[in-house]
């Protein structure tokens, strides 16, 4: 069973950042990728960052490139999302989630069978 708690959420200015975790279950024979979605309110889930395990390879939504930055502590398995320079379009419940998608479909939600509960993020103006 995989199981993804993420943690980190809060409310911050707008230009301000926050760091994200996502603690998962190591089990790299049931997925390859870790991805950051969020959820802004009344829209659809939208990826924003990925890390392809094996190759350590890193994709980015193009909204956020630049700001935000995926990274894993495999010590810990614990991945993050370091989200600098803030506005309210990143206004969220962000969630991570583990899948096995090919890379040119990383940003399919439903490529993702195992996901956690979540984490808010605000961001005011």
């Known amino acids: 069973q995989v199981q993804l708690v993420e943690s980190g959420g809060g409310s911050v200015q707008a230009g301000g950042s926050l760091t994200l975790a996502c603690e998962f279950t190591?089990?790299?024979?049931?997925?390859?990728?870790l991805t950051w979605f969020r959820q802004p309110p009344g829209k659809e889930r939208e990826a924003v960052a990925a890390t392809w395990l094996r190759l350590r390879t890193t994709y980015y939504f193009d909204a956020v490139e630049g700001r935000f930055t995926i990274s894993r502590d495999n010590s810990f398995n614990k991945a993050y999302l370091t989200m600098n320079n803030l506005q309210p379009e990143d206004t969220a419940m962000y969630y991570c989630?583990?899948?096995?998608?090919?890379?040119?479909?990383?940003?399919?939600?439903?490529?993702?069978?195992?996901w956690g509960k979540g984490t808010l993020v605000t961001i005011s103006s």
């Open positions: 190591d089990a790299p024979h049931l997925y390859t990728f």
């Open positions: 989630a583990a899948g096995s998608p090919s890379s040119n479909l990383w940003q399919s939600p439903e490529k993702y069978p195992y």
